[in-house]
């Protein structure tokens, strides 16, 4: 999970870098900006990492309950 939120957070820089950039902003808001564009990415990229490893625990729970248990017949045979 922290490899996804450090993730986030790049990719966020370069986003808000990116945009300074773009609109030849000084050097300091530039910066500034992308600190912010960064921590904003961290964030959202901490929320739906929780989100989808949710999804993937609730899946593996309803796979779990719906195999069906074995049944006497079937340990005796193996047997």
């Given at each position: 999970m922290k490899a996804?939120?450090?993730l986030g957070a790049i990719v966020g820089f370069l986003i808000g870098a990116?945009?300074?950039?773009?609109a030849s902003s000084p050097w300091p808001a530039m910066l500034w900006r992308s600190c912010a564009a960064a921590l904003a990415a961290c964030v959202l990229t901490r929320w739906w990492g929780r989100v989808w490893m949710q999804g993937l625990r609730d899946s593996l729970d309803q796979r779990r309950a719906r195999r069906p248990a074995p049944t006497a017949s079937v340990l005796t045979a193996k047997k």
């Open positions: 996804l939120i450090v990116g945009f300074g950039l773009a």
